[in-house]
């Protein structure tokens, strides 16, 4: 496993490859029992991953304390992200709906305040934003409330999880250029780059670093789907036409030379696409079985890309994958993103 600098400021190095602690709380990708998910918890930490990312709203509260039940001794850094306020409208979720978001000084201390709980820590490493939308952007006061936060030890670091789906160029922009986020984290992958890309150029002049979830294509770039894949009813892609399957699928055909006669799979090769890119600190591959999480931690081990084959993806997804966007995202989830997000 290598490990990267989380943001500018020294002292935390997070292992490149992460774990998105979503896939064991929310049961948006089957039912996982406590003692299995803490099982492969501490197998990833095993194996080199030291980086775990959650939030408050997962399983109302769940993905926290699987986190300080599998570690209780803080060995590991640690994200989450706070904004949708589930300790008053948890029974309003419906489906994968959003419940109602609260970023008032108030609400991000109360919430800061039982995160540290539930993790039975001191301190959060990164504590995110979830999804803010533009008056969250705008809102100074949420970005002084942060910062006292941070004067007062409870938080290193704060950042910002845009999203839910894929997009958000404005208030990604805005987090970046007015409110300085140290940590941005977005959707990014092989086949959906826009506007990731946009993004990491104005990272670039900001100096912020990045934290990639979905790198998989909700799955695609697995290499498991085929055109007959059928998804549990509560599977999040089961809400997806025929057609999102199918294009992604010619879409993959056009990638079989990364692996061909290659010391590599296709899961492992999205990953490495990503951190071909210096200015991402970590990716978060959705890790739900350790057939998974065997193949994703050894991606560092794995045949890197070439500068020729860097080249011929880009050339593929300005020319072809770009002119077959993301077909039909379903609808806005509960405090999570959509084509796989959180």
Not at 45 to 53: A, L, M, R, S
């Amino acid at each position: 496993m290598k490990y990267r600098a989380l943001a500018k400021e020294k002292g935390i190095l997070v292992s490149e490859i992460g774990f998105g602690v979503w896939t064991l709380s929310t049961g948006w990708w089957g039912q996982v029992e406590p003692g299995e998910a803490v099982s492969l918890l501490r197998k990833a930490y095993d194996k080199g991953i030291n980086f775990f990312d959650t939030a408050d709203t997962y399983g109302n509260g769940l993905g926290e304390t699987l986190l300080r039940d599998a570690f209780p001794r803080e060995t590991i850094v640690i994200s989450t992200k706070v904004g949708y306020n589930f300790y008053d409208f948890a029974d309003q979720r419906t489906g994968h709906q959003e419940i109602p978001q609260d970023f008032s000084p108030a609400y991000i201390r109360r919430a800061c305040e039982q995160s540290l709980k539930r993790l039975g820590r001191k301190r959060i490493d990164l504590y995110q934003i979830h999804n803010p939308k533009m008056d969250a952007v705008l809102a100074d006061d949420l970005y002084a409330e942060l910062e006292k936060l941070k004067a007062e030890g409870k938080i290193a670091l704060w950042g910002a999880s845009i999203g839910p789906a894929i997009g958000w160029l404005e208030e990604g922009t805005k987090l970046l250029r007015e409110r300085k986020v140290p940590v941005m984290q977005m959707i990014y992958n092989l086949l959906e780059q826009n506007p990731g890309n946009e993004l990491f150029e104005v990272g670039r002049e900001t100096g912020a670093h990045f934290l990639i979830r979905v790198p998989h294509s909700s799955g695609l770039l697995e290499g498991k789907y085929t055109k007959d894949t059928k998804f549990d009813a509560n599977d999040h892609r089961s809400h997806r036409k025929q057609e999102w399957l199918t294009s992604g699928l010619k879409k993959l055909e056009k990638l079989e030379f990364l692996t061909a006669g290659k010391r590599r799979t296709i899961g492992q090769a999205a990953l490495q696409y990503i951190l071909a890119n210096p200015q991402v600190a970590s990716v978060f591959p959705n890790i739900y079985n350790e057939a998974q999480l065997e193949e994703f931690s050894k991606t560092s081990n794995a045949e890197e890309l070439t500068a020729e084959e860097l080249d011929r993806v880009n050339d593929l997804y300005e020319n072809s994958f770009y002119l077959a966007p993301h077909l039909n995202p379903p609808p806005t989830p509960v405090g999570g993103g959509t084509g796989g997000g959180r």
